[in-house]
């Protein structure tokens, strides 16, 4: 079992649907992140969000929205996705202060038909 | 880019001692060696993080050399259980939150 939670585990959508992920924590993490991974391939950074701010965004394409509405949770807006997009998508948080190590969920896996 | 190399793969047996190497060689003065481990439809797990010399935990040790340009992940007695990718990244400890650049990673089997 983690300490992030990432909902749900599977999501099968179409090109013209809108569906969200959502990923939890308490443990009081300040910072978190999503990454994508596909398969066979290492995780790639695409958001981080630190204080609920937004502080990075890897060149993400805008038909992927994320939001952090409060410290504990983190979501990811899917919108007009493409084929290529399907992946398992990983939330990850840690601490501010320097050296803390990520913790990571275990993922949504991703398809779009 | 990834700023480290390591073998794309290796192949163990249950209870040899297994060691990955991992080639950093433009290490930066701030960057600590971090080693995460990934279960296959898992998210990477954190295993160890030095700066010099070794470090020991109850999952695996860690060896630096003096010059730090290279590293290398010990696991004793490995079991089929550490079947897995094990991805060493550079970690600049200035910065609060951390972007991770993970590598190809090294995928090990352990076989019976």
């Known amino acids: 079992d983690t300490e992030v939670t990432q909902t749900p585990k599977h999501l099968v959508m179409g090109m013209t649907n809108k569906k969200s992920l959502k990923c939890e924590q308490h443990m009081g993490h300040r910072a978190m992140y999503w990454y994508k991974q596909k398969a066979k391939k290492p995780p790639e950074l695409m958001f981080v969000?630190?204080?609920?701010?937004?502080?990075i965004n890897e060149s993400v394409p805008s038909r992927f929205s994320p939001e952090c509405p409060n410290s504990s949770l983190l979501n990811l807006h899917l919108h007009a996705l493409q084929p290529e997009d399907s992946a398992l998508y990983l939330c990850a948080s840690s601490q501010e202060e320097q050296g803390q190590p990520q913790h990571f969920g275990d993922g949504t896996r991703l398809s779009i038909l | 880019l990834a700023k480290t190399t390591q073998p794309i793969s290796m192949d163990s047996y249950e209870g040899q001692e297994v060691n990955i190497t991992c080639s950093h060689n433009?290490?930066?003065?701030?960057?600590?060696i971090t080693w995460y481990q990934q279960f296959p439809s898992q998210g990477p797990r954190f295993i160890i993080q030095g700066y010099k010399t070794k470090v020991t935990n109850e999952v695996a040790s860690l060896f630096i050399p003096a010059d730090r340009k290279s590293s290398t992940l010990s696991l004793p007695r490995v079991s089929l259980s550490d079947t897995a990718v094990y991805y060493c990244l550079l970690i600049n400890l200035n910065t609060g939150f951390q972007k991770l650049v993970f590598g190809t990673g090294t995928r090990l089997l352990v076989s019976p």
């Open positions: 969000y630190s204080y609920e701010k937004l502080s």
């Open positions: 433009n290490i930066a003065t701030n960057d600590y």
